[in-house]
């Protein structure tokens, strides 16, 4: 059995909807209409326990919906949803035991205390020995440089040192699910390759169970065998970004910038390249898209020298962004 | 046994909650001298108010000036406790609903309910170490104060109504949940709770309708009871029956507020925060 199973999870958030103006404050009095957002439309998908999964999408997708009801702070509207057996919303408190959090937009620890302080908090919370707290201290000295930030209280410390502190305290007591929504915000470069690092190795030492829901492809890349992507709270994409990436690798671009205006109809002609079309709002440059398997891209230059007096050529490899956002403007691939 | 234990580490997690807020009332010190230069005051214009009517050994229901002095002070004292639980629990957790503070809280595996009392009891603790010890001695030292009757048995009783007034304030809290501004609803409940406890006046002074309909009511439990322990008002039968109803009072409140908790964080749940 999967350790995280959601079946045809819905959630639709019932807002308020409020009337502008003084007239409209009136009729808020008496009249309420509602509107309902459809924030997560009847998903379903399966982790296996050891598996970091990506969950991206874009912004108001769905993703921190999901996580939030995967947490237990979020009743579903319909479907089902259990994690290591137990359903996260009628067990919160049992359920939140086994799990580690972080919301890189707002923080977990108590507001009013040094980190340290925080940090014993809740080493006597999740019954922690001591030892294994001041190995887990060490670990986290090593990876976040959180040693210095210790003594000083959650509500001074900037973002990145804030989610660096966060990130210690959710994986604390080691915990066989972790969830994190967008745990990189803010960190510099050389922290977030830590933290890659660390997520990855834990993984593989402690078969720890992820979802990792970021705006930055490039930790996908590196940590996540199998990615979902979520829109308008449905799921468009399952399976491999990096498989998804090599298949699209196989389509490239060539851009070409010229000196003036060329007849696109007659150089379509001679080069008997389908796909080729002005760049953008500028008529002096060309994008030619060919597949690698069919003509090499020394053959098409090679054309374009006889027929043209290019200024510049630029040959574009796929990223995981481009595939991504192929995927997001619902392309086929 | 293996329960016992369990419950003490329990405990002791919780009275961490206790020590933090305890700090945290600490480091405010300049705060510190204008709220008891404030209550000092409160408690002078009292004073001087029961002077005037009992003067010449006068007694109203009871109550002669002697008994006013120390029942203005210890009313004095009460009403930092007041303005501690209103504040520490029924403003705190609307605060917390609206900054997004309560749903961190419920993703550790805490009893939201008695965090946010044992973080007032903390505040309680300060309270009466600090500025409560102070003010009675400044005032046994220039007016005088009779010691209580029993201490043991006060002590009890004031624990019992600082429990019950934590309910209240508990349930108070909770209805942010349900009006999103609850401020109506706290002051009004602060405001009742001063009056009918017994912190402004003993409530024998009120007509005698109103003192048996408050016969069925909690507020009287919260000050007036542990008051009249102190000031040896009661015999010994009517103070085991009175502290029985004291318990019963907090229990009933605080399981007021477990169950009405979990329904208002069912809805909290379905609206999305
Ligand atoms: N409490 C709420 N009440 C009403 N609508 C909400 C609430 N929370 C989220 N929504 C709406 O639900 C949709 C999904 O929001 P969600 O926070 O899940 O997006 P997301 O994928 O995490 O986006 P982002 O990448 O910006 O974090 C959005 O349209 C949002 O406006
Ligand atoms: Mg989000």
Redesign the interface.
């Known amino acids: 059995m999967a350790l995280i199973a959601v079946e045809n999870l819905t ?1 639709s ?2 807002t308020f909807k409020r009337k502008e103006g003084l007239k409209g404050a009136f009729i808020n009095l008496f009249k309420r209409e509602y509107e309902f957002v459809q924030a997560v439309d009847n998903i379903s998908f399966h982790v296996e326990s050891g598996e970091i999964l990506g969950y991206i999408g874009p912004n108001g997708a769905g993703k921190s ?1 999901t996580i ?1 009801i995967l ?5 579903p509207t319909a479907g089902e949803v259990a994690v290591n057996g137990l359903v996260p ?1 009628k067990r ?3 359920h ?2 086994n799990i580690g ?1 972080v919301f890189g937009q ?8 040094a980190v340290i ?1 925080a940090f014993t ?2 080493r ?4 922690v020995s001591k030892t294994d707290f001041q190995a887990q201290l060490k670990k986290f000295d090593e990876v976040l440089g959180i040693g210095p930030l210790l003594h000083i209280p959650v509500r001074k410390l900037s973002l990145g040192q804030r989610v660096r502190c966060d990130i210690a305290a959710s994986l604390l007591h080691n915990p066989p699910v972790v969830f994190l929504d967008e745990p990189t915000i803010g960190l510099d470069v050389a922290v977030k390759s830590n933290i890659r690092e660390f997520i990855k190795e834990m993984n593989a030492s402690l078969g720890t169970t992820m979802i990792l829901t970021t705006h930055d492809l490039s930790d996908i890349e590196y940590l996540c065998q199998r990615s979902l992507i979520i829109d308008q709270g449905k799921i468009i994409f399952d399976g491999d970004l990096q498989q998804a990436k090599d298949e699209l690798a196989r389509q490239r671009k060539i851009q070409v910038d010229l000196y003036e205006r060329v007849d696109i109809d007659s150089i379509r002609d001679q080069l008997k390249v389908a796909e080729l079309e002005f760049a953008g709002q500028n008529d002096y440059s060309l994008t030619i898209s060919f597949n690698k398997d069919e003509i090499s891209a020394i053959d098409i230059i090679q054309k374009i020298l006889d027929l043209l007096h290019p200024r510049d050529i630029k040959i574009e490899e796929p990223t995981i962004e481009t595939v991504v956002k192929e995927i997001y403007e619902k392309r086929s691939l | 046994m293996v329960y016992l234990r369990k419950f003490w ?1 329990r405990f ?2 919780y009275t ?1 909650f206790s020590k ?1 807020r305890f700090i ?1 009332r600490l480091s405010y010190r300049a705060h510190f001298f204008l709220v008891l230069t404030e209550y000092l005051l409160i408690i002078i214009v009292n004073y001087f108010l029961w002077k005037a009517i009992l003067a010449d050994g006068r007694t109203i229901r009871g109550y002669a000036l002697e008994d006013m002095v120390t029942y203005v002070a210890v009313a004095g004292v009460f009403r930092f406790i007041i303005n501690e639980l209103s504040g520490g629990i029924s403003r705190e957790m609307s605060g917390q609903y609206h900054s ?2 309560l ?2 809280n ?6 939201y309910q008695l965090y946010i009392y044992f973080r007032a009891f903390g505040g309680i603790l300060f309270q009466m170490l600090f500025r409560g010890a102070t003010v009675l001695t400044i005032w046994a030292l220039l007016v005088g104060l009779t010691p209580p009757d029993s201490a043991a048995t006060f002590i009890v009783s004031l624990a019992l109504g600082i429990l019950i007034y934590a309910g209240i304030a508990f349930l108070v809290g909770l209805t942010t949940f349900h009006i999103e501004n609850n401020a109506g609803v706290l002051f009004a409940t602060t405001a009742s709770i001063e009056l009918l406890s017994g912190t402004l006046i003993p409530l024998v002074m009120f007509p005698g309708w109103v003192v048996s309909i408050l016969d069925y009511l909690p507020f009287k439990m919260i000050f007036y009871i542990p008051i009249q322990i102190y000031l040896g008002q009661l015999g010994v039968q009517e103070i085991v029956s009175a502290l029985i109803v004291q318990a019963i009072w907090a229990f009933i409140l605080s399981i007021a507020g477990f169950l009405l908790f979990k329904t208002s964080v ?1 809805k909290l ?5």
């Open positions: 959630k958030y019932k919906t939030k947490t237990g702070i979020l009743t919303y919160r408190q049992q939140v035991k959090v707002r923080t977990q620890l108590w507001w009013d205390i302080e908090l809740l006597d919370i999740y019954e | 580490t002791r997690i961490r933090i945290d997004g503070e749903i961190m419920l993703l550790k595996p805490v009893s069912r749940t379905i609206q999305g925060g």
